[in-house]
């Protein structure tokens, strides 16, 4: 499939959308605007870049929020592709170094989406307690537990970040498949193509079971659910965690 010149469509919607969003918002006293306005956001961006989505077992999400998104991560547009497909828009874990970005820091903000300092470990530590507390709260958040964009049709090994969260807030995660997004726009190229994505929908993990699970067990847990909705073998990593219990 050919590439779309309208991948340089991406920083002028964004613009456009994310101060109308925003000013609305403010407007109207209705936060909810933002969301709705990520949405859209979203849905524009897949439109003009010709991506195909298909939904597979969405009826798996929990009916009442908050809860957390485990997805795997091989595209610039898997965001977008998540804003466009579930039901309830999740706040993100965001690395700090987004928020130089003009008119995405004003999304991120607005969003309630968090943003973490990599190479600062208490502020990180400090981030993921934020997290938490806004999941608690009731605000569902979409983690990719690979930290990165990967390049193949492989998980990479997963941080701790997010397990670590969903031990503290004690809520269901649930894990998701998304296949087809790196031959959108994987990691090494300038602009999308068209093409098909699936989004699979895992089984929630329920918070019962997280609370019996160490985040080592956790992880495990996450990643055998995610390649079964992926379709995918998992090669042998150094290091790798064995399940257990708290």
Sequence with gaps: MHRLPNGLFLPGWTALVT????????????????TEGERFWARGLLKAWGVQLDAEQLERLPRNPPYIVMANHQSHADVPILFATL??????LAKKELARVPFLAMAL???????????????????LKVAADEIRSGKTIAVFPEGTRGNSDALGEFKKGGFLIAKKAGVPVVPIGISGSRNVWNR???????GAVKVRVGSPIESDEIKRLTVEALSVRVRRSMLELLGWSDAPTPGAAKPGVS
Excluded: N
């Design 87 to 92: 039901p309830i828009i999740p706040g993100f």
């Design 19 to 34: 101060v109308s969003a925003v000013a609305a918002a403010k407007v109207r006293g209705d936060d909810s605007l933002v």
């Design 109 to 127: 903000r607005a969003g309630g989406h968090v943003l973490i300092d990599r190479a600062d470990r208490g502020s990180a530590l400090k981030a």
């Design 188 to 194: 090494d190229e300038w602009l999308p193509r068209a």
